[in-house]
């Protein structure tokens, strides 16, 4: 249970997760291997000679004594025929539209999960979407992430099919040749560190180790980046697992499953994080890069000047309060300025997408939104000739305790990443909290 204690967090999660589909009827990639493999060989039966025939099944016992599914998969697209090759996968994963919902998979969107980046190309996880919230999700896969690089910065939930959709073949991601095409992707790349460095990711029904995964992990803890803690919901006890993730700083949790029901043991545990007592975790408050100003203008004063004005002199007055060497005092200070500025720091939040009110720390916003939801809002913005995205997080997320923190540990997330000058990632420029926005380099797409 402390790992589960620990595993829960207030602004909800960021999961890496492969469906048990086993409960769906619908076959792991060891089974559509051996389909795929079953296919190959019935095949031979239609070749007329009958050393041709010999070969082929030969060439099958080959393919069967591979280790490596990667290479499996690599062999038989390259032996098989592409109506065949593709017919065998389509048509032992379509029933994924009919199949029954595993409670498991419903159970995930029933936590505060952010979104679901998950290796199988069925279409489970969408429809367990639609039948718990009730609407379809944002949606995406891995070749065609330059587009969605901003979900995570919405508060929209989403999935991503990061080897594909059963429709598209396309996009399907089953080769060792696919994967390399798909780890040369820029947006795939940076979609990955961004989701590792900025959220917490639960790992079910994958092994964080597996190559897929492994290499982006790998990457980051060479980097030197000191990572966030991840957790591995597994039934994988052996020494080597442990001694892996314990090197990437990601923590097991480990359940036994009853035979071949895997389903009954990940709901309880699923249970446990959903109604634990959650462990609250304060952030510090952010501090603007404003140069720091002593308190001069009454509240009064500062509502009569423009809220663009009124946002730079609070903002440094904060930065002097926070400046105080005694962290605890300066927490302190800084609650209580904001308590008896609580009008000017209103009338400071007051922001529009047009003139007067469209320039924001002195970037100028341009019309309409690129992305956001009930959380807040991002924007185009241009600054001394430069194309900047603007997060503008609603105000009255500073009466709720767990989104401010939330908005806090991101920005905390964010000046990590961006001291330790991790390539390929989205880089925060400024972060303010009065009103609580982050200026953030633009990435196209």
């Not at 031979?44 to 000679?49: E, G, I, S, T």
């Not at 991503?160 to 060792?176: A, K, P, Q, Y």
């Not at 699923?270 to 001069?296: Q, W």
């Amino acid at each position: 249970m402390a790992e589960i204690e620990s595993c829960r967090r207030s602004a909800g999660y960021g999961v890496f997760q492969q469906p048990v589909s086993a409960n769906a009827k619908l076959p792991g990639w060891g089974g559509l291997r051996s389909k795929l493999e079953k296919r190959h060989e019935d095949d031979a039966m239609l070749l007329a000679d009958v050393e041709a025939r010999k070969l082929r099944r030969g060439h099958v016992r080959a393919i069967r004594s591979l280790p490596d599914p990667w290479d499996a998969f690599s062999t038989l697209k390259g032996a098989m025929a592409p109506s065949s090759y593709h017919s065998v996968i389509k048509s032992e994963l379509s029933y994924s539209d009919d199949a029954p919902l595993p409670e498991v998979i419903k159970k995930i969107w029933r936590l505060r999960t952010y979104g679901v980046v998950t290796l199988n190309i069925d279409t489970l996880l969408s429809r367990a979407f639609a039948e718990v919230r009730g609407l379809l999700p944002q949606h995406g896969v891995g070749y065609a992430l330059q587009k969605k690089i901003r979900l995570m910065q919405s508060d929209k939930q989403w999935i991503i099919n990061l080897h594909g959709i059963v429709d598209d073949e396309e996009t399907w991601v089953f080769t060792r040749e696919d994967l390399a095409n798909l780890f040369a992707d820029y947006a795939y790349k940076l979609f990955m560190k961004t989701l590792f460095l900025s959220n917490r990711v639960i790992f079910l029904g994958i092994g964080a180790d597996d190559l897929a995964i492994k290499r982006h992990l790998d990457e980051l803890k060479t980097s030197g980046i000191p990572l966030d803690v991840h957790y591995w919901i597994t039934d994988r006890a052996d020494i080597k697992t442990a001694q892996w993730a314990a090197g990437h700083n990601i923590k097991t949790i480990f359940y036994p499953p009853a035979g071949s029901d895997h389903q009954t043991p990940l709901l309880r545990i699923f249970d446990a994080l959903d109604g634990h007592i959650e462990r609250y975790k304060a952030a510090a408050p952010v501090t603007p890069s404003t140069p720091p100003s002593n308190v001069a203008l009454t509240p009064q004063e500062i509502k009569e000047k423009s809220p663009e004005e009124a946002r730079a002199i609070l903002s440094s007055y904060a930065a002097k309060v926070l400046a105080t060497k005694n962290k605890v005092d300066a927490e302190n200070n800084y609650e209580n300025f904001l308590r008896a500025y609580t009008e000017a720091v209103n009338h400071a939040a007051l922001i529009e997408d047009f003139p007067p009110y469209n320039v924001v720390f002195g970037c100028q916003l341009m019309p309409p939104t690129i992305g956001g939801g009930a959380f807040g809002r991002v924007y185009l913005a241009q600054k001394g000739g430069n194309k900047l995205a603007v997060k503008i997080i609603n105000n009255n997320v500073r009466s709720d305790r767990i989104m401010l923190n939330s908005f806090r540990q991101g920005v905390e997330s964010l000046g990590m990443i961006r001291d330790a000058q991790i390539p390929g990632v989205v880089e925060i420029i400024d972060p303010y909290e009065i009103p609580p926005t982050t200026i953030m380099e633009y990435i196209e797409g």
